[in-house]
């Protein structure tokens, strides 16, 4: 009984780090249809942001959304100078040019701030572990489930219930129509790019106890960015977010019971996952 | 008389010429990372080389000694060869020396025995690697010099039940068996050992299963940088420590990453033969030669490998020059005071014989950082893994 409240509390835990930090991307490859490989590039921009900030004195919850809008003010102008000529060129384009931009990125934080770890210090009220009664866990850890739950939530809602959601799946579904009924597709892809890259930003500088930022973040992660989105399907958030908790959950079940099968396992499952339904677990078939 | 004189100048010329001949330039290649994820190794070679070299000049006995830098990148076999094969053959560098990683050695190892290159390994830590070829010496560790010494204090201190938990891959599995072995013949119990995928991101289960076993101790290996981080906020954050469960390891609280583990890291037992902490005039000159330098990074165990192999570098090469089976003679048994203690260069094992410290990790009460603090020397021993 213990062990199945143990897998579960962990499991949740650290899908829910998985989600956080994969969100950003779901927004960006999933609903935007780039291949956007420079995801963990704005994660770690937001993380060694937090971490100057850190060092400058900036408490973190001033820190955390100055970060963020760091973060943005960076990627705005990439979206504007690099993203907007590369939406409509092929896959293979695109992942050339956004991994070349993961590479300037992990040069230009390495030139920076040097490659050992950044941390980025936690407020007191994080740090304490929290009694569940029959174990404790980080409350840093409580908080990510929030937070997480909290941005499916706000995604869903802005995605299905404003017109700015209404407008972004016209554009995205087929963009000359869109703009030929009048909606401002350049802005509207602009505002959602940003949205990805804040979502990015969140999630490392949430997820840095667990995935802890430094420069070579955006590679050394990027595989488990990708297969959120992959097994989650293209294009839903709510898929992303079922499958960051599903591989969870089966991750820390492998570790509890059998330790060093816990790599393999998780592979073989999305390898399994993706051979039956290649579109994910709620992507739609590409028409 | 005339004719006397020019002969006698031209005698005395040709004896300068032949000086000058004789002060010759041997050349050293050092292969290692200066780029990619690993890069710090190849800064803190590069680092100690110019510390000894503005402490002790750039000649040995009647030779002028060269560096010439190699960037490997990271694990990566075939670029290690075929850069030694360029240094061997192209620049003609008589002595080789860097490797950080154990592929990466393995793979010179059929060419130095060729060639006939002394090639001083400054990290590598597998004991196997300098069976593969005579002229490997190693001014670094092994893992079993390491681990062995801390299952004997664990066991000193009371310890009696220990859970391992490594990282699964060569180096993690040699210090499980090393722990093991020397735990299990000093009559301790390992209740279980866990051999943790590399790829890890999350260790709450593993460290959530040993809090529930609760043994006396639990026994690490880790990679250093984000794995070692992730691990000991782990073992602090799901209360192990306060549950009584002491942290047993050794490079895990090494100087580059310690002041980012923070007041986690506090309390934490290690076993390890440097600490940029100990207290020798020695160390303290050799912090303040590569602090002397431009962006000086963090000194640790890499550093101080790299700065025992470039002294014996200049002892081989002031004792036999460019001949190499005669330098590698000259080194075996040399000994030597380095910054981390007395030093003896095994002549079976050509790894160096050196102090294993228990140390604890506390804040400097004067600089108000992180560092190692060496409580006493628990072992003096060579590479305990060469016979098995």
């Given amino acids: 009984m213990g062990l199945v409240l143990n897998i579960a509390i962990d499991g949740l835990a650290y899908g829910m780090i998985l989600f956080m930090i994969a969100v950003g991307l779901s927004v960006t490859m999933g609903l935007m249809r780039v291949v956007n490989l420079a995801h963990g590039g704005f994660a770690l921009i937001g993380g060694a942001l937090a971490h100057w900030l850190g060092d400058l004195g900036v408490g973190f919850w001033a820190a955390l959304p100055l970060a963020i809008l760091g973060t943005i003010a960076i990627a705005l102008p990439l979206e504007r100078l690099l993203y907007r000529r590369i939406y409509d060129l092929g896959e293979l384009q695109q992942v050339l040019a956004t991994i070349g931009l993961t590479f300037l990125m992990i040069a230009s934080v390495n030139w920076w701030q040097g490659s050992a770890?950044?941390?980025?210090?936690?407020?007191?009220?994080?740090?304490?572990?929290?009694?569940?009664?029959?174990?404790?866990?980080?409350?840093?850890?409580?908080?990510?489930?929030?937070?997480?739950?909290?941005?499916?939530?706000?995604?869903?809602?802005?995605?299905?219930?404003?017109?700015?959601?209404?407008?972004?799946?016209?554009?995205?579904?087929?963009?000359?129509?869109?703009?030929?009924?009048?909606?401002?597709?350049d802005r509207i892809y602009m505002i959602t790019f940003g949205l990805?890259?804040?979502?990015?930003?969140?999630?490392?500088?949430?997820?840095?106890?667990?995935?802890?930022?430094?420069?070579?973040?955006?590679?050394?992660?990027m595989v488990l960015f990708l297969i959120v989105v992959a097994v989650g399907g293209m294009g839903s958030i709510l898929g992303s977010f079922l499958a960051a908790i599903g591989l969870g959950m089966v991750e820390t079940a492998a570790r509890y019971i059998v330790p060093e099968l816990a790599t393999v396992g998780f592979f073989v499952l999305v390898i399994a996952l993706l051979a039956l339904r290649p579109q994910g677990l709620l992507g739609r078939v590409q028409p | 008389m005339k004719l006397a004189l020019t002969a006698a100048l031209g005698v005395t010329l040709w004896v300068?010429?032949?000086?000058?001949?004789?002060?010759?330039?041997?050349k050293v290649g050092v292969i290692a990372p200066f780029s990619g994820p690993f890069a710090l190794y190849g800064t803190q070679y590069q680092q100690a080389i110019e510390a000894y070299r503005a402490q002790h000049g750039s000649s040995a006995g009647a030779h002028e000694i060269e560096f010439i830098y190699k960037d490997s990148g990271g694990v990566n076999p075939d670029l290690a060869r075929s850069l030694a094969q360029e240094l061997l053959i192209r620049d003609r560098v008589d002595y080789l020396a860097g490797f950080t990683f154990t592929p990466n050695a393995l793979a010179v190892a059929p060419l130095i025995s060729q060639s006939e290159t002394p090639t001083v390994i400054f990290n590598a830590a597998t004991s196997s690697i300098n069976r593969d070829s005579e002229f490997f010496l190693r001014t670094s560790f092994t893992l079993w010099q390491v681990s062995a010494p801390l299952a004997d204090w664990a066991y000193d201190q009371g310890i009696r039940t220990v859970i391992t938990t490594v990282a699964d891959y060569g180096p993690g599995i040699d210090a499980e068996t090393g722990f093991k072995q020397t735990f299990e013949a000093r009559g301790g119990t390992i209740v279980d050992s866990v051999r943790m995928p590399l790829a890890t991101t999350d260790f709450t289960p593993f460290l959530q299963s040993v809090r529930e076993a609760d043994p006396d101790a639990v026994f690490v290996f880790v990679p250093g940088g984000p794995t070692t981080f992730a691990y000991t906020k782990t073992y602090n954050e799901n209360g192990l420590r306060e549950a009584g469960i002491e942290f047993l390891g050794t490079a895990e609280t090494e100087e580059s990453n310690l002041q980012s583990l923070g007041d986690a890291a506090i309390g934490l037992n290690t076993a390890y033969h440097y600490s940029a902490a100990h207290d020798s005039e020695l160390n303290r000159d050799f912090l303040a030669a590569v602090a002397a330098l431009d962006n000086p990074a963090p000194v640790n165990w890499a550093s101080v490998g790299a700065y025992d192999g470039v002294?014996?570098?200049?002892?081989?090469?002031?004792?036999?020059?460019?001949?190499?089976?005669?330098?590698?003679?000259?080194?075996?048994?040399?000994?030597?005071?380095?910054?981390?203690?007395?030093?003896?260069?095994?002549?079976?094992?050509?790894?160096?014989?050196?102090?294993?410290?228990?140390?604890?990790?506390?804040?400097?009460?004067?600089?108000?950082?992180?560092?190692?603090?060496?409580?006493?020397?628990i072992a003096t021993v060579g590479d305990l893994g060469w016979d098995r």
């Fill in chain 1, 117 to 185: 770890l950044l941390t980025i210090p936690m407020p007191e009220l994080l740090r304490q572990p929290v009694d569940l009664g029959f174990r404790t866990l980080p409350a840093h850890r409580i908080a990510v489930i929030g937070l997480g739950f909290a941005v499916i939530l706000g995604l869903w809602g802005l995605l299905d219930r404003t017109r700015f959601g209404v407008r972004l799946r016209a554009a995205v579904d087929n963009r000359a129509i869109a703009s030929a009924h009048g909606i401002d597709t």
């Fill in chain 1, 196 to 221: 990805g890259a804040a979502l990015a930003a969140l999630g490392g500088i949430m997820g840095a106890e667990l995935l802890p930022i430094e420069a070579y973040y955006p590679l050394r992660y």
């Fill in chain 2, 16 to 26: 300068a010429g032949l000086g000058a001949a004789v002060a010759d330039t041997i």
């Fill in chain 2, 311 to 377: 002294h014996l570098i200049y002892h081989m090469v002031a004792a036999a020059g460019s001949d190499g089976p005669a330098a590698v003679a000259a080194a075996k048994g040399l000994e030597w005071e380095s910054p981390r203690g007395p030093l003896v260069m095994d002549p079976d094992a050509r790894t160096v014989v050196q102090n294993v410290y228990h140390r604890v990790v506390e804040r400097n009460p004067e600089t108000g950082l992180l560092q190692n603090t060496e409580t006493g020397v």
